[in-house]
């Protein structure tokens, strides 16, 4: 019998819920990429091709699947899916192939990937940055979320500090889980 496997959202975003503007975050929080390396290792990630551009290369120990309607995209270390049931397929492939593999499947941005797998996700990996940027015309935006559907539970609030502002770390589990 195989693991049950869960939709985990990791995701930083503003008060207002922009996550970037088109082509990257519009923070540094040097503690908060600690935590989503800890997060994501051993996982599939599936992004979206601008979050990939942001990015600029695959990550070391997890599978880079990037959601692109362009079918003649490619990056080196990714794998392509058209849409949301490709990228499944192929994360629960990865996951089954990969020696270590932990039995989570990692939905990691932009804002239409989320969109497009927050009905699927069992749990999210919230930062709250504690600014609110318009995003420019690009912005990309985290979903509303309902709270009839999710608990909610601080897990740290760290104090601004310099140059990084002051955000929260915070986690939702759905309170009926979904089977992806």
Same mark, same amino acid.
């Given at each position: 019998?195989?693991?049950?496997?869960?939709?985990?959202?990791?995701?930083?975003?503003?008060?207002?819920?922009?996550?970037?503007?088109?082509?990257?975050?519009?923070?540094?929080?040097?503690?908060?990429?600690?935590?989503?390396?800890?997060?994501?290792?051993g996982?599939?990630?599936?992004?979206?091709?601008?979050?990939?551009?942001?990015? =600029?290369?695959?990550l070391?120990?997890?599978?880079?699947?990037?959601?692109?309607?362009?079918?003649?995209?490619?990056?080196?270390?990714?794998?392509?899916?058209?849409?949301?049931?490709?990228?499944?397929?192929?994360?629960?492939?990865?996951?089954?192939?990969? #020696?270590?593999?932990?039995?989570?499947?990692?939905?990691?941005?932009?804002?239409?990937?989320?969109?497009?797998?927050?009905?699927?996700?069992?749990?999210?990996?919230?930062?709250?940055?504690?600014?609110?940027?318009? =995003?420019?015309?690009?912005?990309?935006?985290?979903?509303?979320?309902d709270?009839?559907?999710?608990?909610?539970?601080?897990?740290?609030?760290?104090?601004? #500090?310099?140059?990084?502002?002051?955000?929260?770390?915070?986690?939702?589990?759905?309170?009926?889980?979904?089977?992806?």
């Amino acid at each position: 019998m195989t693991a049950r496997l869960e939709m985990v959202a990791v995701v930083a975003m503003a008060r207002n819920r922009v996550i970037g503007d088109g082509a990257g975050l519009l923070w540094h929080l040097p503690a908060d990429l600690k935590r989503v390396r800890a997060l994501t290792m051993g996982c599939p990630l599936i992004m979206g091709r601008r979050t990939w551009d942001s990015i =600029g290369r695959a990550l070391p120990g997890r599978a880079s699947i990037v959601m692109t309607r362009d079918a003649d995209w490619t990056g080196e270390g990714a794998l392509r899916a058209a849409n949301m049931d490709e990228a499944l397929d192929l994360a629960r492939g990865w996951i089954a192939a990969t #020696e270590g593999a932990r039995p989570e499947i990692i939905l990691f941005g932009g804002g239409e990937i989320y969109a497009a797998g927050l009905a699927l996700t069992d749990r999210i990996e919230l930062t709250i940055v504690e600014i609110d940027p318009d =995003g420019g015309p690009a912005a990309a935006v985290f979903p509303e979320l309902d709270p009839a559907i999710w608990d909610r539970e601080l897990l740290q609030e760290v104090p601004a #500090e310099g140059a990084v502002p002051a955000h929260r770390y915070e986690r939702l589990t759905r309170k009926v889980p979904v089977r992806v």
